[in-house]
């Protein structure tokens, strides 16, 4: 969809562009919040699972979900904020739960709790062991998008100043296929849990 092609009114703009690696990426999401961006202003593509659950077919290239406002999405988290993740779990047997729930272990479950159980044995902490079965989901989550073309971004762009200065940004971090796209009234929003 072109921003001549745009939603109904009422909906939400977008800008929308693919990297080709993370540090890119990262970089252009830090440009953006140094540019006064939120945190609720990023989402990702989700897993090729839950786009093929959620629009019930697979895809070859991430350039084709670009403007599908049906995609499924997570919220976008730098490597360091999913380092940081061991502060919020150590002490806490409340994340795993929160975890099994948002879908992100589904068969992975018993295995993930035999290595909790195998290395607290060894005197690891509960936070050390998620935090790096986390880092590896995240990166197995990451490389998938990369296998399919890149690493899709929207960014939500409430004025025409922001659409400027998203594009902007975007096109200087080496984004490909940067434009903008409006969005239905109900999709104005990212969601998803936040663990890719």
Known sequence: MTEDEAAPAGGSTEAVAVFNDVANLDAAVEALQAAGFGKGDFS????????QSKLGHRYE??????DDPGAPRVAYRTIAAVNDT??????????????????????????????????ALAGATLGTILTR??????????????????LLLWVRTPTEEREQQALRILMEHSGRDVHLHRLP????????????
């Open 185 to 196: 009234a109900e999709r104005g929003e990212p969601s998803g849990p936040s663990v890719p």
């Open 44 to 51: 990702l593509l989700a897993t090729e699972a839950a786009v």
């Open 86 to 119: 061991d502060n919020l779990v150590i002490g806490s047997l409340t994340f795993l739960p929160t975890v099994l729930a948002a879908g992100t272990v589904v068969a992975s479950a018993g295995i993930v709790a035999a290595a909790i159980t195998g290395t």
């Open 61 to 66: 290239r991430v350039q084709e979900l670009e």
């Open 133 to 150: 079965w986390l880092d590896q989901h995240h990166a197995e989550h990451l490389q998938e998008q990369l296998d399919h073309g890149g």
